[in-house]
């Protein structure tokens, strides 16, 4: 069975500061594919990366950064110099690639991580 | 291009009641997901539907249930709703075949108590 863990519950930072929101997963299966997704106050969960098991380059998109590493089964997610907006719900999630359903197959997430930045 | 809709937002039931709550896909996806959010938890998968067919559950009892239209949009029902049922459902479309990227677009939820 897969799992995924985000040990960190509520961080709460000053605007400007930066901050790494922790992902801990597990899975036997060698191909599975890891995401981050923002949950605001509306709701809905906006998609922010995904990455596969094969790939484990570092990814920077604008304040945004990923660190992958399978020796320690983890996916961090760095925001640099943050801002209010970025006050949200973050989940870690897991899914593993199916012959049946691709890549398209269901996801496992972490319990989220509430983010508040303060002005 | 409209995103993934949902209906209702919001509902309350009583015990014992059932509900049907409804997604429309975005434009061009043909595969939906149903996820249920309790309280300060992660989202948890109930089903997915492809060609009007479940393709893949979740640990959910019988009383979820769900269907495609060939429209694609789904529809999810739970009978019997138990207090523990209080939960935001959220829906998901993809798009599976070659253009499979494994991203889920999600809906706003439809937000059930249980009374």
């Known amino acids: 069975a897969q799992k995924v863990t985000q040990a960190q519950t509520e961080i709460s930072v000053v605007e400007k500061e930066d901050v790494t929101l922790d992902c801990v997963y597990e899975?036997?299966?060698?191909?599975?594919?890891l995401f981050w997704y923002k949950q605001p106050p509306s709701g809905e969960l906006v998609f922010l990366i995904r990455?596969?098991?094969?790939?484990?380059q570092n990814e920077i998109s604008g304040r945004y950064s990923w660190n992958f590493q399978k020796s320690t089964s983890s996916f961090n997610f760095t925001i640099t110099a943050s801002q209010v907006v970025d006050s949200a719900v973050y989940f870690c999630?897991?899914?593993?690639?199916?012959?049946?359903?691709?890549?398209?197959?269901?996801?496992?997430f972490g319990k989220g991580i509430t983010l508040s930045v303060r002005p | 291009d409209a995103g993934v809709t949902q209906s209702p937002t919001h509902l309350i039931k009583t015990r014992g009641q059932q509900v049907t709550l409804r997604c429309s896909p975005k434009?061009?996806?043909?595969?939906v997901s149903w996820y249920q959010q309790a309280l300060g938890q992660g989202p948890q998968f109930i089903f997915q539907?492809?060609?009007?067919?479940?393709?893949q559950r979740g640990n959910f009892p019988d009383r979820f249930s769900g269907h495609q239209f060939p429209n694609y949009s789904s529809e999810l029902n739970v009978n019997a709703l138990l207090l523990g049922d209080s939960a935001l459902y959220l829906c998901?479309?993809?798009?599976?075949?070659?253009?499979?990227?494994?991203?889920?677009?999600f809906g706003e939820g439809s937000r059930l108590t249980v009374l």
């Open positions: 434009s061009g996806h043909d595969t």
């Open positions: 539907y492809y060609e009007e067919e479940e393709r």
């Open positions: 999630a897991l899914s593993l690639f199916s012959p049946y359903t691709g890549a398209n197959s269901k996801l496992t």
């Open positions: 899975t036997r299966d060698t191909t599975y594919y």
């Open positions: 998901a479309s993809s798009l599976s075949g070659p253009g499979n990227t494994g991203e889920l677009f």
């Open positions: 990455r596969n098991s094969f790939d484990e």
